[in-house]
């Protein structure tokens, strides 16, 4: 899934947030009338160095980047919108 998948999967969840009616039926857990298909595997976590081509700072949200990014991706197959 690159960039532009993931982006677009995160407008379509927004959306149906922002058009979900709670009736009193749903549970608790909000469940999306249709899940977010991915349109093939993810591509593997790569935590490899960054290198010294980056300076420290720089180095330092490439890294934080990387962590956001794999908690996002956790939370999404957590609630059920990736498998």
Do not use: C, P, W
């Amino acid at each position: 899934m690159d960039f532009d998948q993931v982006v677009r999967a995160l407008q379509k969840l927004q959306r149906a947030f922002q058009t979900h009616r709670h009736t009193g039926l749903d549970s608790a857990k909000l469940r999306l009338a249709e899940q977010i298909e991915a349109t093939g595997e993810l591509t593997a976590a790569d935590m490899s160095g960054v290198g010294s081509t980056y300076g420290a700072d720089e180095q330092g949200v490439i890294d934080n980047t990387r962590t956001r990014v794999n908690e996002i991706e956790a939370a999404l197959k957590e609630s059920g919108i990736l498998k």
